[in-house]
């Protein structure tokens, strides 16, 4: 079994998403049992990354693999029906890197927005790089981002229905990694925080380049330590190609900005996938299929726990966790999914 994306309902505490073998799988008792989910004729196997919608398990996003732009397709009724909502941007050079789904909106803008990161897939470029948003209508660049960035990871802010907001990661070649918030009302980017700086990792390109960045995951929630309990909280990582000093996971609230090191011998680490609830944080690596819990990744100092025994597998952890339950997905000999 290999397991190579996870998308955890946080309405519900029974519902994942994965996808396994090049297949779309659901489990509605928590990860014991998987059904398979049928997907439509014309959608181009395999799957390759999914979503749900924070506020409801019935609503999920599927990204398949047509040549020349891969679509994104759409269920609002836990993967029995399936819609082809199309291309967030056309172009050989636009790669979607990351997905996301807002909560619904109430009046007097009601519905979903559906989200894509993009990067150019060339290195030293970013003309093809966008944060494209979808309504009911079509897709259409969030504003004031194009071709800014090589875009690498989404994640709706907790307050989304009162701010009006996304968190995304992206990458230049001039002026290195960094965090934004962008207010899709406005059309305007509210906060960058630049915390990888340019000459370690380059922007994104395939086949990748030595130093390129791979991949970045994003999760964000409100930072309930701080003095402004409204603030909101980043955890960030990011994977280069080859391993640098600066891969790893980062804090980011406001304009402040930390690399966490997970362990005393931390100088440098591939992340492949994180996943955090409020209750913890939990890291998969890529290259084994080691995983690394924070039960306190707000704290000054936080402290994690290896997982033991360590999941079998080869390597590309992906995790998931709804507390007290973390999930974990590994590809390779005797790769599979499991609840820890």
Not at 80 to 104: E, L, M, R
Not at 269 to 288: A, V
């Amino acid at each position: 079994m290999n397991v190579t994306s996870m998308a955890v309902a946080r309405d519900s505490v029974q519902v994942i998403y994965i996808i396994c073998d090049g297949a779309l799988r659901k489990s509605v008792d928590g990860g014991k049992h998987f059904i398979s989910l049928s997907l439509p004729k014309d959608f181009s196997m395999p799957p390759h990354m999914l979503a749900v919608a924070p506020d409801s398990s019935d609503v999920v996003m599927a990204l398949d693999s047509r040549p020349g732009g891969n679509h994104l397709w759409r269920s609002t009724n836990g993967g029995n029906a399936w819609v082809d909502i199309g291309t967030p941007k056309n172009g050989i050079n636009a790669v979607i890197t990351d997905i996301a789904i807002s909560p619904a909106m109430g009046a007097p803008t009601p519905g979903r927005h559906y989200y894509a990161t993009i990067a150019d897939n060339r290195p030293g470029v970013t003309i093809r790089g966008d944060v494209m948003m979808k309504t009911d209508i079509n897709w259409v660049g969030i504003g004031g981002v194009t071709t800014t960035h090589d875009y690498m990871a989404i994640q709706v802010s907790p307050e989304y229905l009162a701010d009006q907001s996304v968190c995304v990661v992206g990458v230049t070649p001039e002026n290195g990694i960094d965090y934004q918030v962008i207010n899709f009302g406005a059309k305007s980017v509210a906060l960058t925080v630049k915390f990888i700086p340019p000459g370690t990792t380059k922007d994104f390109s395939v086949p990748a380049t030595p130093s390129s960045i791979l991949k970045a995951d994003i999760a964000v929630g409100i930072d309930a330590i701080s003095a402004d309990e409204r603030m909101k909280v980043a955890f960030i990582s990011i994977t280069s190609n080859t391993l640098t000093r600066t891969d790893g996971i980062y804090r980011v609230s406001d304009q402040f900005f930390e690399r966490l090191a997970v362990h005393p011998h931390d100088g440098g680490m591939r992340i492949n996938s994180i996943d955090y609830d409020t209750q913890g944080l939990l890291l998969g690596e890529k290259e084994t299929t080691n995983i690394w819990l924070c039960s306190n990744p707000l704290n000054v100092a936080p402290t994690w726990d290896k997982g033991d025994p360590q999941p079998a597998g080869q390597s590309e952890t992906v995790v998931g966790m709804r507390t007290p339950n973390c999930y974990v997905g590994t590809s390779g000999k005797n790769g599979g999914f499991f609840i820890l």
